[in-house]
């Protein structure tokens, strides 16, 4: 249903673009969010951008604002997460999940891992 | 930010036995509270939405609740696959946020 893509090693102040490509539900519809973990700590919500029939517009968690950017492709029923200037706190495994609370959520892929290290 | 702390950190029972997590906010949430599964080497697992109401397929000896800033999660007749880490999560503010996560082991 979600399968998460681009992740990788980078020197701290590259960029790196992660993929999120979705199937099994309504994409176009649906607001999207990323969430992170780093390794061995617990989960930190990223960031979401809404569908673009509710404006598309996106929101952040304050340590990545002005950093990280989120597009979608519902063409593609694909969503896009845009790191730049990493820090070496960036890393972490990346997940993509649907904004959804309700009985039949999409179940979460298996993230990918980004490491920040020079 | 609203922030969510999660109570005890480590939880350790035995099989049969009953566990009780707890999630407390920085601000009232009505009733935007999920909690999540996560064992090791997997993606988290939505369990509970809306403070009390089950994710289809979730056994019924988990349940939810709570409102405003107190929240429970509690597990009935616990089972070994039932170790793992359980995070609840807000989302009455455009900013969703995680609590650091309860660690649930089956003796």
């Known amino acids: 249903h979600l399968v998460e893509s681009g992740g990788g090693l980078v020197k701290p102040g590259g960029s790196l673009r992660l993929s999120c490509a979705a199937s099994?539900?309504?994409?176009?519809?649906?607001?999207m969010v990323w969430v992170r973990q780093p390794p061995g700590k617990g989960l930190e919500w990223v960031g979401r951008?809404?569908?673009?029939?509710?404006?598309?517009?996106?929101d952040f968690a304050a340590p990545v604002r002005g950093r990280f950017s989120i597009s979608r492709d519902d063409s593609k029923n694909t969503v896009y997460l845009q790191m730049n200037s990493l820090k070496t706190e960036d890393t972490a495994v990346y997940y993509c999940?649907?904004?959804?609370?309700?009985?039949?959520?999409?179940?979460w892929g298996q993230g990918t891992l980004v490491t920040v290290s020079s | 930010e609203i922030v969510l702390t999660q109570s005890p950190g480590t939880l350790s029972l035995s099989p049969g036995e009953r566990a009780t997590l707890f999630c407390r906010a920085s601000?009232?949430?009505?009733?935007?509270l999920a909690w999540y599964q996560q064992k090791p080497g997997q993606a988290p697992r939505l369990l509970i939405y809306?403070?009390?109401s089950r994710v289809t397929g979730i056994p019924d000896r988990f349940s939810g609740s709570g409102s405003g800033t107190d929240f429970t999660l509690t597990i009935n007749r616990l089972e070994p696959e039932d170790s793992a880490v359980y995070y609840c999560?807000?989302?009455?503010?455009?900013?969703?946020?995680f609590g650091q996560g309860t660690k649930l082991e089956i003796k």
């Open positions: 999940s649907r904004d959804y609370f309700g009985a039949t959520p999409v179940p």
């Open positions: 099994g539900f309504t994409f176009n519809t649906a607001w």
């Open positions: 951008i809404k569908s673009k029939s509710d404006g598309g517009t996106t």
């Open positions: 601000q009232t949430l009505s009733d935007y």
């Open positions: 809306g403070a009390l």
């Open positions: 999560q807000q989302y009455g503010s455009s900013l969703r946020t």
